[in-house]
């Protein structure tokens, strides 16, 4: 069964500071929508955060990590113990995102949600309710039970990212094996091919690409789950860190902050989570179109469009990290800017 909280319906957008954000716009010394797509950012962040001057200067990333059964069908590149060195990698600064996070000044917590590691590690924060999925392809990867779990470690994760009073939030993830996880679950959400969604991964070749296609698309058979609920979707055939992360989704939703969305595995936690709670949407912030080949149709679904488009495939957040410093801009640009009328410049003509 799903935590009550899980659909409690999400804060409506204030038309009220929509509109004078939308006013100011129109009053700033440029021409009218000359800065695209940065005015329609800086509107939107008014109308979700409720306020004149909208803010992107704290930015916490929380990193969430799982290990995935499906990896004994031989899905990835890398072997699973790769999951535990990079969380280790993550809190000792030495990761891509860890030299993203201080380059952006924000706070960098790593969640370890259903890794295979045994004994705590330093700087990690363990919540997890059990060691790793089970391998799709033979049972279930998950219990209902364990789901809710992996739903509450998210709501935790978002709780205690609230005491450095956040603008945005940004949601990252580390586990092997987890784009056969994420291609699995976007399939049957979107109740696509499995030829259609996965792609390379950690850079398995076209012959694991095949075998990968081949493993989502006997299991999602198995369980009978092409466009089930995304509860039972997650159950079958989900992960921890990725349930985690439509937790923490849908919980920072409900407390009026948006999301950075990252790349195809946090897209796809998104889209469970605007399923689970279609409430949480408009919170959806989308930071990049990744080089992952379904990223594009879970994008479509969401009915978002990214700010940047790299061929980034890292994962870890960084694409939305990657992103932060357009929205910082756009916020600038929408509070600091003189109007016509302070700096003595001659409007259009009404």
């Not at 992107?56 to 990333?61: D, E, H, L, Q, S």
């Not at 990252?262 to 912030?285: E, H, K, M, T, Y």
């Not at 379904?294 to 009915?303: D, F, S």
Request: glycine residues 10%; proline residues 6%.
């Amino acid at each position: 069964m799903l935590p009550e909280w899980i659909t409690q319906k999400c804060p409506e957008i204030s038309a009220d500071h929509r509109e004078a954000a939308i006013a100011r716009q129109a009053q700033l010394t440029k021409p009218t929508g000359a800065l695209g797509r940065l005015e329609q950012l800086a509107i939107e962040l008014a109308g979700l955060q409720a306020t004149e001057r909208p803010r992107a200067a704290r930015v916490p990333i929380i990193i969430f990590a799982g290990d995935h059964g499906i990896v004994a069908q031989g899905v990835s590149a890398y072997p699973q113990a790769v999951t535990i060195a990079m969380m280790a990698n993550f809190a000792s600064g030495g990761a891509a995102i860890s030299v993203l996070a201080r380059e952006l000044g924000s706070t960098l917590e790593v969640v370890d949600a259903g890794t295979l590691a045994e004994e705590a590690m330093p700087g990690i924060v363990a919540d997890k309710p059990r060691h790793g999925t089970r391998d799709f392809s033979i049972e279930p990867a998950l219990t209902p039970a364990e789901l809710a779990f992996a739903f509450e470690a998210g709501q935790r994760a978002v709780a205690r990212a609230k005491s450095h009073q956040p603008d945005l939030l940004i949601f990252g993830e580390m586990g092997i094996g987890n784009t056969t996880t994420s291609a699995a679950m976007a399939a049957s959400l979107l109740g696509i091919s499995a030829e259609e969604i996965a792609g390379h991964g950690t850079g398995v070749d076209a012959a694991g690409r095949a075998h990968k296609v081949r493993v989502i698309e006997v299991a999602i058979a198995r369980h009978g789950v092409a466009g089930g609920s995304p509860e039972k979707i997650l159950c079958a055939v989900g992960g921890l860190e990725i349930a985690a992360i439509s937790g923490a989704i849908i919980a920072a939703a409900q407390a009026r902050i948006p999301v950075l969305i990252d790349g195809f595995i946090v897209s796809v936690a998104a889209l469970a989570a605007v399923r689970l709670n279609p409430s949480c949407q408009p919170f959806l912030l989308p930071s990049h179109q990744s080089a992952e080949q379904g990223h594009r149709l879970v994008l479509r679904a969401l009915n978002v469009q990214p700010l940047i488009s790299l061929d980034l495939r890292l994962g870890e957040g960084s694409g939305a990290a990657i992103a932060l410093p357009l929205v910082r801009s756009a916020c600038a640009l929408h509070n600091d800017m003189a109007t016509f009328a302070q700096a003595n410049v001659p409007d259009r003509p009404s």
